[in-house]
């Protein structure tokens, strides 16, 4: 593995834990530790030059991530502090190129297309989201777990009666090195019978067929489907 990971570390059993939650245990526990890292920034880190200048550079944070500042007046505080550092980073490049256009002489138009490419340049992100990057982290460490312990049988048989990885985290879990093989029979036992639920589904939605009652699984299945292939879907209040 590229990843030093110890053995029953605190990941191994968080896993457990999460196997026995609705939906994908990575999407789960990556979220829980995102929302930890940005509570331990707000109240340590905000003041850090160094990690404001990163944030700056990456024009705050994706839209994604963003969405997870605007729950408390905590989080929101320092997100308007983030919001002045980037404002002032973009207002301070676009006004000198509005003053001092990048343009040789000749038509208005041409001067105007210089102005708009350099401000372009001047908004542009210098770097990734940091928290998209603290993600991907957490996301590797979180698979690198299961692949390398899978054979351990606490881990195995909790990932064997789960809800298995959604399809984003289980194609980056087999472009990492370890073996594979239990988790590609429980991931196709999985979407197997996540369709299966969904023709049942789509078959009693018919009007011809109003009278065929669906049962539990049916009748959540679309929403099972959907966190299944696109991965977790995040509401503003935190909800699964």
């Keep these: 593995m590229d990843i030093a990971i110890q053995k029953y570390s605190r990941t191994y059993f968080d896993l457990i834990e999460a196997f026995k939650q609705p939906d994908c245990a990575v999407c789960r526990l990556t979220d829980a530790a995102v929302c930890q890292y940005i ?11 160094a990690r404001r200048q990163e944030i700056r550079e990456a024009r705050l944070f994706c839209s994604l991530h963003t969405t997870k500042f605007l729950s408390g007046y905590g989080r929101l505080l320092s997100l308007a502090t983030l919001e002045q550092d980037v404002l002032n980073d973009v207002l301070r490049s676009t006004n000198r190129v509005i003053k001092h256009p990048l343009s040789r002489p000749g ?3 041409a001067l105007f297309q210089n102005a708009a490419r350099a401000i372009r340049d001047a908004i542009r992100p210098a770097r990734n ?15 690198g777990t299961l692949i390398q312990f899978i054979e351990e049988p606490d881990i195995r048989e909790a990932f064997e009666a789960s809800n298995a990885l959604c399809l984003p985290h289980y194609y980056m879990g087999l472009g990492m090195p370890g073996r594979h093989e239990r988790i590609i029979k429980v991931q196709q036992a999985v979407l197997a019978k996540t369709k299966a639920d969904i023709d049942e589904y789509v078959h009693k939605r018919n009007p011809l067929y109003h009278d065929q009652e669906m049962n539990e699984d049916e009748i959540e299945s679309p929403t099972r489907a959907a966190k299944l292939i696109s991965g977790r879907i995040i509401h503003m209040d935190g909800r699964w």
């Design 39 to 49: 509570d331990i920034f707000i109240y340590e880190n905000i003041t850090n030059v």
């Design 129 to 143: 989201c940091t928290l998209c990057d603290y993600e991907r982290s957490q996301e590797r460490v979180m698979l």
């Design 107 to 109: 038509k208005i138009g």
